[in-house]
């Protein structure tokens, strides 16, 4: 192929080089071009080869919303959070993008003000037709994780478990975690203790509660339940409540490590000393938790395996769509600091 | 237009509904659905009614990726950060995701694990065919930038100054804040002072220093540097250090919350009293400022202004690109606590 240089203005101007300035210097049409870049698309051996020394030529790459009107996806995950206060979920949007990056996938993300996912956020992620979709610790209707099933996206719900075996999720194993922690209290010698619950409605709240009290009641150990709201606030308050009620149990279970060092702020204010007169244990094992302020014993959510398992589901499921629902539950640890 | 039903079998079936299916109900061809869409596409008035009866009749969106073919633009903002562990960006994603919104546009989370944002970053950005890009917290190379404006796409700098007069860049007014600290722990009594710097490379460090050692030179105050990362484990290491070094300075300014917090961690580590021995103030005003914990004197950037000035700028220039260039500095205030 001959080149001629009058024919490069767009290159010579660092423009951007568009599928026309590639049919031009190839000689072909437009639609040549295009059907050269996408899989299964008909054009003779004679236009690919024309099309692509020319696309060399100039430093041409498709770009992805062509590609998409074709594939009708694109590499784009749709990503759905609410609480970016606590610090866990920052974390888990940073491994996200970490991980879909080197798959060559974009997070696009939702903030929801609101507990439940917004009609405006779906009908935006169906408009650009993402790949996939991650809702963390928003709460979705049946109905709408439905329309998902039904376009074929695939659909995640991340530190969320459902009630239903309709849908695929990844979670820590709460149950278990929280069984674990009370044996632990237990252990310490702790005689009486309280529950202070995140936001009710949620699997991860349930699921520490209902483990942490069975084995508490299978040991005929009493214990009080305090609800709160999975914020610092929300701990820091619920504290003052049950000192202002005058009831100091041996030890707290406390729902977040977010909650929890607004719980030991609360403690501290009023003199409470930690381990000695109470204990306190969190969940999720932020970065501050192991701050020397506060090194706060807790339960390490696996949150890199945890993304790893979402980000290789949604990969094969991009890859072949099956519909699989699964609730995985992954184990996680106790680190025992200085709280207890 | 007579509607006959065995012609919805898409909307039926809750499938999406193409411009295929509204071709067909329509009974014209698919590129007179695409026309009809698309501004200043030449399509006749019958043709434009019959395709917007049918589309409406079948509940048809045109997708943001076919638009994006025509005006070579989507409704995507590229948001590059670096940085999630300190809460200060979190709150910034928070507040760009929520303006954005409301006038319907999409953000696209670009993490950087390096301080430079990667060409692959670059090129995912260009290839989505963003409306703009704001960068944060990570640097960029000024042929990088320029490839931007060459493309008409609108950049901002966020709590980035830049050293060139090419550039839109939104920030808090450091310098002037840096004095203001001076002034603020000159009229406590404090003698000599220690500043310790965040990364050395950055405006943010580079103004929050000049400004207080310009008013402490003024006063015939002495001072001293240390150099740390504006992380909290720099600023924990670093006090570390400094008492090993025995120079303990009647107050520090610390070149951001987090890493103050872990000054005043280390501090108390080695029971050094806050405010009497020392004051410590930091620049930011995070949430944890503010807990009991730290009760930390700071300075707090005007976040909602400076997002709101960034994203009425990149709205009009994503109307009518001008490139235009301004370094625009917001003023913010000193939040007295407990640490000074």
Redesign the interface.
């Known amino acids: 192929m001959i080149l001629n240089l009058t024919d490069l203005p767009a290159k010579m101007n660092?423009?951007?080089i568009t599928a026309k300035d590639v049919a031009k210097l190839a000689g072909v049409s437009q639609s040549s071009v295009s059907r050269v870049y996408f899989e299964g698309a008909k054009v003779s051996e004679k236009t690919r080869l024309k099309v692509i020394a020319a696309a060399e030529e100039l430093g041409y790459?498709p770009?992805?919303?062509?590609r998409?009107?074709i594939t009708n996806r694109?590499k784009?995950i749709g990503?759905v959070m609410k609480g970016?206060?606590n610090?866990f979920?920052?974390?888990v949007?940073?491994q996200f993008?970490?991980f879909f990056?080197a798959h060559g996938y974009?997070?696009?993300?939702?903030?929801t003000?609101n507990e439940e996912i917004q009609k405006?956020?779906i009908e935006?992620l169906?408009?650009?037709?993402v790949a996939g979709v991650i809702i963390t610790d928003a709460t979705m209707s049946l109905k709408v994780a439905e329309?998902f099933q039904?376009?074929k996206i695939p659909l995640v719900f991340f530190n969320r478990k459902l009630y239903t075996d309709n849908f695929f999720s990844v979670c820590c194993n709460n149950l278990n975690a929280g069984r674990k922690i009370a044996e632990f209290l237990i252990s310490k010698g702790a005689k009486d203790m309280i529950y202070i619950a995140g936001n009710t409605d949620t699997s991860t709240n349930q699921d520490r509660q209902k483990g942490f009290f069975e084995v508490l009641a299978s040991h005929n150990i009493p214990y009080q339940k305090f609800s709160s709201d999975y914020t610092?606030e929300g701990g820091?308050n619920t504290a003052l409540q049950i000192m202002e009620d005058n009831v100091m149990p041996n030890a707290f279970f406390v729902g977040n490590d977010i909650m929890a060092?607004?719980v030991?702020?609360?403690l501290?204010?009023n003199s409470v000393t930690i381990p000695t007169t109470t204990r306190v244990v969190g969940f999720d094992n932020i970065?501050?938790a192991g701050?020397?302020?506060?090194e706060l014993t807790t339960w390490e959510q696996p949150i890199v395996e945890m993304v790893e398992q979402t980000v290789n589901y949604l990969l094969a499921e991009i890859h072949d769509y099956t519909g699989e629902a699964k609730a995985l539950e992954l184990d996680g640890r106790l680190i025992d600091r200085q709280t207890t």
């Open positions: 660092n423009h951007t790459k770009n992805e919303f062509a998409s009107l694109t784009i990503l970016v206060q610090p979920y920052p974390q949007l940073k993008t970490t990056k974009s997070v696009l993300f939702v903030h003000n405006e956020d935006n169906i408009n650009y037709k329309s039904e376009s610092y820091y060092l607004g030991i702020d609360a501290r204010k970065d501050m701050w020397p302020a506060y």
